[in-house]
């Protein structure tokens, strides 16, 4: 299946005191590559729901492989859905480049009913849309 790219660009202000890109902003890069994601699939679904109408997440998980210092070029963001459950689904990430994975890590996000206020299942449309975009993770070599 396919997976989604998201070019992610690097701020200066992203950077903690020992130069490179603090962990808590790792979260928020996951997060642009996640809204993207999601409000692009959005103009393809109708009445029957859409992530884009609300979610939340539910669960943050990641693994930091490498730092990262700031530098002008982008780093890309390769998410996938992981999986799909009744009213929840799983995204995971890497954010590499062409030479160095920095960071693996997971999203459980969960659709809400905004005007209700609580969580809603996921719908057969919605479900179709993200199976375009299930995968799973490459397999990797093992450091002894």
């Avoid at 809603?120 to 002894?144: G, H, I, N, S, W």
Wanted: hydrophobic fraction near 45%; aromatic fraction near 10%.
């Amino acid at each position: 299946m396919a997976r989604y790219l998201y070019s992610c660009p690097l701020r200066w202000s992203d950077m903690d005191a020992y130069g490179h890109v603090n962990n808590a902003v790792f979260l928020r890069y996951l997060e642009e590559a996640r809204i993207d994601f999601i409000n692009r699939l959005a103009p393809r679904a109708t009445e029957n729901g859409s992530f884009v109408d609300g979610s939340v997440v539910a669960r943050h998980e990641i693994d930091y492989l490498r730092p990262l210092v700031h530098r002008p070029e982008p780093v890309t963001i390769e998410m996938w859905v992981a999986k799909i459950g009744a009213a929840s689904m799983t995204v995971s990430y890497e954010i590499k480049d062409a030479e160095t994975t920095y960071v693996r890590a997971s999203t459980v996000v969960v659709p809400f009913d905004l005007a209700a206020g609580r969580p809603r299942r996921v719908t057969a449309e919605e479900k179709a849309l993200l199976e375009e975009f299930r995968d799973e993770p490459a397999e990797e070599a093992v450091a002894a």
